[in-house]
């Protein structure tokens, strides 16, 4: 990608922001709340257009928790779910149609192509079922779990704990960084000349439907996984 981030610094704290991660995220915050939004203001018995996708969005995170835990259990994740797919797919696709450069700093990409952005949300979802283990286990049995199967794996059930995090953020991290690269790649190309711009059309329109895919998918993943994180911590067996 080749950019700098806008960033400033909070002397006083001594805290760096990067200002295209605090704008891409609230971006992303308001298309999903409009999302919501659109789909919800006038429910009708026979649901069309949006409020349709929305129910199938229900529909789809139900059959995720589902297939991970009883729905006594998982249903109070469902809003969970639901939440993250929708920000995690928007967060994706936000920056394929184009990417703004001002001054040498990248101010529009996909907030998901950071890695501090991904590593922020793994660390919360892990940080959740953590939670949600003690909340319906009692401290007592969620700390039994380290000592399953056996008590000397409690060292390897710690290090899963972290490789978790880690694999969560990275996997999501990766192939949204990779996807816009590649565009960028495709769209250097074209501009380099006219026979370029010819031959970067037909390939920049495919991996731009393809990455609009893979960011679909990339959403679905990060849930699966958030739900059977959840499950290990909260099934009773």
């Known amino acids: 990608m080749g950019h700098d981030n806008p960033l400033v610094t909070w002397k006083a704290l001594g805290l760096t922001f990067n200002l295209s991660n605090i704008m891409m995220l609230t971006i992303t915050c308001i298309v999903v709340f409009l999302i919501a939004i659109l789909a ?4 009708q018995l026979k649901p069309t257009g949006m409020q349709n996708f929305f129910e199938w969005v229900m529909d789809f995170v139900k059959g995720i928790i589902k297939s991970n835990m009883d729905w006594k259990t998982g249903g109070r994740f469902h809003i ?9 797919f928007v967060a994706n696709v ?12 990248l101010w529009w990409k996909s907030p998901t192509a950071d890695p501090m952005i991904t590593m922020s949300l793994a660390a919360m979802v892990i ?4 939670y949600y283990g003690v909340k319906v ?3 007592g049995g969620y700390s039994k779990d380290y000592l399953k199967p056996l008590p000397f794996l409690l060292p390897l059930n710690i290090v899963s704990e972290f490789a978790s995090t880690i ?17 960028a790649l495709i769209a250097g190309l074209g501009t380099s000349s006219f026979i370029g711009l010819i031959a970067a059309v037909f390939p920049g329109v495919a991996w731009m439907g393809f990455s609009i ?11 699966m996984l958030t739900m059977v994180y959840m499950s290990n911590k909260v099934s009773m067996d």
Do not use: W
């Open 167 to 183: 694999t969560l953020g990275l996997r999501l991290y990766g192939n949204i960084y990779a996807g816009e690269v590649l565009i």
């Open 213 to 223: 895919f893979v960011g679909g998918i990339q959403s679905f993943i990060f849930v």
């Open 80 to 88: 969970l779910g639901i939440t993250l797919i929708l920000f995690l």
């Open 127 to 130: 940080v959740l079922t953590h």
């Open 137 to 139: 286990k009692g401290m």
């Open 40 to 43: 919800t203001r006038n429910l």
């Open 94 to 105: 936000l920056g394929l149609p184009f990417a703004l450069v001002i001054n040498g700093e």
